[in-house]
């Protein structure tokens, strides 16, 4: 069965950013090497609309893009909304329905590489909460924002096992597994 690994940037008081690129002052080669080696581990990446459209826009810039998003457009794309008619983004398919159901058939299909999702919104917490989420890995920047999208939700609860750390210049990406009852 497929895993499916979250990948969130977040300050250090746990706040996940509506546009987390101001946070690319924070980046390091080494880091962004292992952020496109995660990106070449999965061949298929999940999203919901707001994440989508604003990685959609940053792929639209052929000037000045960042490596990983070479690798981004190659992957399918499953696009979780209700609200999207239609995606130009190549490779993108809109999702309806039952979040659950259609993320359990993607983890069950055979003879593929692992499902990313990145950011954590409204579709992180659902599959979170479905108990659908293998891997979380966090990269804290060092920052301390104070206000802002706390990357639970309030009242929502998870255990979580501490599988690896990374050390860079600047960052460090804790890797965790939930541990659902």
Known sequence: ???LIEYCLVSADGIVL??????KDYLDDNYLRDRVGLFEACDAVLFGRTTFERFARLSAA????????????????YVFSSKLETVAWNNSTIVRGDVAAEVTRLKHEHDRGDLLLLGHGLLGQT???????DVIDLTIHPVV???GRS???EGQAAALKL???R???????LTYEPQYP
Request: aromatic fraction near 12%; charge should be positive.
């Open 62 to 77: 052929r000037h000045g893009r960042p490596r990983y998003l070479t690798r981004l457009d190659a992957m399918t794309k």
């Open 167 to 173: 050390s860079y210049s600047k960052l460090v990406k």
């Open 1 to 3: 069965m497929r895993k």
């Open 151 to 153: 990357f639970f939700r």
């Open 145 to 147: 924002l104070g206000h």
């Open 18 to 23: 509506d546009d987390p690129f101001p946070f």
């Open 163 to 165: 599988v690896a750390t």
């Open 127 to 133: 599959l979170l909460d479905a108990r659908l989420l």
